[in-house]
């Protein structure tokens, strides 16, 4: 596959395109070639129309770039062009995210700046994550408070060891994972 570099000025839209591109799309499009460049060549005939990658060109032009990357396909008749217009919008559309892969890489790289991504929607993420951290690291982990409260409910005097055999209280002994600390609940 030989890349080419095509002016583009020369590239052609298609007179029909199976996928529209919206305004919205183009800007994220373009935000992502000015932070990593252009990652793909459009696909183009022997005539310059665009077959594969009309949202890269549009996001390329509204950029002011001059020049496009492009791989060359000839001698493919209309009905060839269609098919593998087809085919690659609908193969694309086939895959599917992962998001538990794209939550990870979202609280690994640190940045709220990520082309496509809402940054509202990554510190949404982010704070989602860490506070789900928090809840597990402190589950099962009595506050200091509820047990001094708990103890003060079932009339245990605080520093006492009592059992089932030398209190009058009944129920279970806990131990409280926090600071191991033992005691009794009715």
Not at 72 to 91: P, Y
Not at 125 to 141: L, V
């Amino acid at each position: 596959m030989e890349i080419i570099i095509v002016p583009i000025e020369q590239l052609r839209e298609p007179e029909e395109n199976v996928r529209m591109h919206p305004e919205a799309q183009i800007k994220e499009y373009a935000r992502s070639i000015e932070m990593f460049g252009q990652t793909k060549p459009a696909v183009i005939d022997e005539n310059n129309t665009i077959l594969i990658g009309n949202g890269l060109v549009q996001a390329m032009r509204s950029l002011g770039r001059m020049t496009v990357e492009c791989v060359r396909k000839e001698g493919m008749n209309d009905v060839q062009k269609k098919k593998m217009i087809l085919a690659d919008n609908k193969i694309f559309s086939l895959g599917l995210d992962v998001s538990t892969i794209q939550f990870k890489f979202l609280n690994e790289i640190n940045d709220l700046d990520v082309p496509g991504f809402d940054p509202n929607v990554i510190a949404t993420i982010r704070s989602n994550a860490q506070q789900i951290t928090n809840e597990i690291n402190s589950y099962g982990q009595m506050r200091q408070e509820d047990i001094t409260r708990r103890r003060e409910t079932v009339n245990i005097p605080e520093g006492s060891t009592s059992s089932p055999e030398t209190s009058q209280n009944s129920g279970r002994q806990v131990r409280c994972p926090h600071c191991g600390e033992e005691f009794w609940i009715p």
